[in-house]
T-cell receptor, first 114, second 112 residues
Framework: GAVVSQHPSRVICKSGTSVKIECRSL??????MFWYRQFPKQSLMLMAT?????????EQGVEKDKFLINHASLTLSTLTVTSAHPEDSSFYIC??????????FGPGTRLTVL | QKEVEQDPGPLSVPEGAIVSLNCTYS??????FMWYRQYSRKGPELLMYTYSSGNKEDGRFTAQVDKSSKYISLFIRDSQPSDSATYLC????????????FGTGTRLQVTL
């Protein structure tokens, strides 16, 4: 069964609103989680590394004030897209390392901004 | 130039064919090479990984890494319709549980 869940699986919102996406590790603790974004016919691009108990680390070109990440507990990381615009429409996927050599991906959240 | 290049396909093959999927990369720091399978609107799932150069076999799947050429391959023998998916290569300098750099993915269709 799934070991990393995401909620919601799909969200449609109006331009200018904020959207929160949750990523949970179901039966293990994850001090680190990764957030990726995937545009149609493009690769998964790492947006940021979420760290429990400290600030997230953002990749170059990713606006930290627009994509707020909070690693609230050892099993939960949230990504909030603030003031979303149509160009933010994408497939957002999180992943969580379970051991030194294992990483599980969530099922993804499809965000559509109208 | 992207760090990882992968032909997006689509690639259509008949059932039973041998499939060859490939990626090239430019970052010589990559040491871990992974192949993920992704079904439509789902998260990727790891098929197999290889450390440094060499071959690795798992059932019908064989992964090859040639670091001198910065070229990796995934071979699927006796392909089945259930293999129809998008296959993504991914790489990391530090490990399979670290942040990854992905290719665009190759969409594979295995027909009856």
């Amino acid at each position: 069964g799934a070991v990393v869940s995401q909620h919601p699986s799909r969200v449609i919102c109006k331009s200018g609103t904020s959207v929160k996406i949750e990523c949970r590790s179901l039966d293990f603790q994850a001090t680190t989680m990764f957030w990726y974004r995937q545009f149609p016919k493009q690769s998964l691009m790492l947006m940021a590394t979420s760290n429990e108990g400290s600030k997230a680390t953002y990749e170059q070109g990713v606006e930290k004030d627009k994509f707020l990440i909070n690693h609230a507990s050892l099993t939960l990381s949230t990504l909030t897209v603030t003031s979303a615009h149509p160009e933010d429409s994408s497939f957002y996927i999180c992943s969580a390392p379970r051991a030194a050599d294992t990483q599980y991906f969530g099922p993804g959240t499809r965000l559509t901004v109208l | 130039q992207k760090e990882v290049e992968q032909d997006p396909g689509p690639l259509s093959v008949p059932e039973g064919a041998i499939v060859s999927l490939n990626c090239t990369y430019s970052n010589s720091a990559f040491q871990y090479f992974m192949w993920y399978r992704q079904y439509s609107r789902k998260g990727p799932e790891l098929l197999m990984y290889t450390y440094s150069s060499g071959n690795k076999e798992d059932g019908r799947f064989t992964a090859q890494v040639d670091k001198s050429s910065k070229y990796i391959s995934l071979f699927i023998r006796d392909s089945q319709p259930s293999d129809s998916a998008t296959y993504l290569c991914a790489m990391s300098p530090t490990g399979t549980a670290s942040k990854l750099t992905f290719g665009t993915g190759t969409r594979l269709q295995v027909t009856l």
